[in-house]
């Protein structure tokens, strides 16, 4: 629903907003009776990757050699964007450590990404941390780190399914120094719910925001949600 409100905090004209995140996730092959995050690469997200600061390497199965641009956050938590130049099915590395990514944009003058680019942590055969699909032109990730010194606040989320098996998504976050616990909950079958948070829920500094989906029977789970950002 578009409102007013919603209008002047993306034109940065309220006082006590210093920004917004949109972001979204997609899963279109939610393992029978195992939790996965709902992201493109399937599996639970590995946060451990980066328990460390890591360079990152990129390749594409297929000849795309556009710019591909990531998003995250340093070793302070503050946030770091850094575009390489992808060479094809060849590795490229950023120069910048990222303690975080949450997104990879690819872009081209003539045409998206035809193949499926790659992104792992600290080395050519590192862990996948992203991946970028095949004509999409941008990641799918439902996951997100709160930069430091800033709060952001859960406006809503909107979840669906398009199959036909019940499938359970759940909001995880984590706190620094803690471990990861739900927050909210919803189930869905061939449809799509948005959940409101009529009072924004706040998260600090540091806070890492993990979308999961559970299906008996195997599924699908997509996921966007909407977060204002304040220091």
Same mark, same amino acid.
């Given at each position: ?102 997104? /990879? ?15 792992? /942590? ?29 709060? /952001? ?67 699908? /789970? ?10």
């Amino acid at each position: 629903m578009i409102t007013q409100e919603g209008f002047l905090i993306a034109q940065g004209k309220r006082a006590y907003a210093d920004g917004f995140v949109h972001k979204f996730g997609a899963n279109h092959n939610v393992e029978n009776g195992v939790y996965e995050t709902i992201w493109s690469p399937g599996g639970l997200y590995p946060w451990s990757a980066f328990d460390d600061i890591q360079t990152l390497y990129a390749n594409s199965t297929t000849a795309d050699a556009g710019s591909l641009t990531l998003q995250g956050l340093d070793e302070d938590y503050n946030p770091l964007s850094e575009t390489i130049t992808m060479a094809g099915t060849g590795f490229v590395n950023t120069q910048s450590q990222f303690k975080r990514l949450f997104r /990879a944009l690819y872009t081209s003058s003539t045409t998206t990404n035809t193949g499926d680019i790659l992104i792992r /942590a600290g080395s050519s055969t590192g862990t996948i941390v992203a991946e970028v699909e095949a004509d999409k032109g941008q990641t799918q990730m439902a996951i997100y780190t709160v930069p430091a010194n800033t709060t /952001a606040y859960g406006v809503h989320y909107l979840v669906g399914s398009g199959k036909s098996s019940e499938t359970r998504v759940e909001l995880y976050i984590r706190n620094p120094g803690e471990s990861f616990r739900i927050q909210n909950a919803i189930e869905v079958s061939a449809t799509a719910i948005d959940v409101p948070f009529p009072v924004p829920f706040p998260m600090g500094p540091k806070t890492d925001i993990d979308f999961r989906a559970f299906s008996a029977n195997g599924g699908s /789970a997509v996921v966007n949600f909407d977060l204002i950002l304040q220091k």
